[in-house]
């Protein structure tokens, strides 16, 4: 059997794994700078509810993601929670 049909029949996906690996990250930090922007305490508060929402959220990101389905709804869901705070975050320093 070769490497690919073994990651196959385990049930790995590269897809799946790049999105723990490079979108947990990426989603935790997105959600946490999110809200140092937008929460309505002062910045010393702020910056430490971000940092403690984001630690956990990476973990749990990246515990998550390799079960899902398949790649695609792995990154999907990365688009689905950084996307709209991606976009406040632009229109706030736009506007």
């Known amino acids: 059997m070769t490497a690919l049909a073994e990651s196959k029949a385990a049930g790995h996906s590269l ?37 403690h929402v984001m630690v956990p959220l990476w973990v749990a990101l990246a515990c998550v993601l390799p079960l899902l389905k398949n790649g695609r709804v792995a990154w999907g869901v990365c688009l689905a929670l950084a996307g709209p705070v991606v976009a406040a975050l632009v229109l706030r320093r736009l506007g």
Do not use: M
């Open 15 to 51: 897809a799946r794994t790049l999105a723990a690996l490079l979108g947990a990250p990426l989603v935790a930090f997105v959600v946490g700078a999110g809200l140092v922007a937008f929460l309505p305490v002062r910045p010393e508060v702020a910056y430490l509810i971000g940092f």
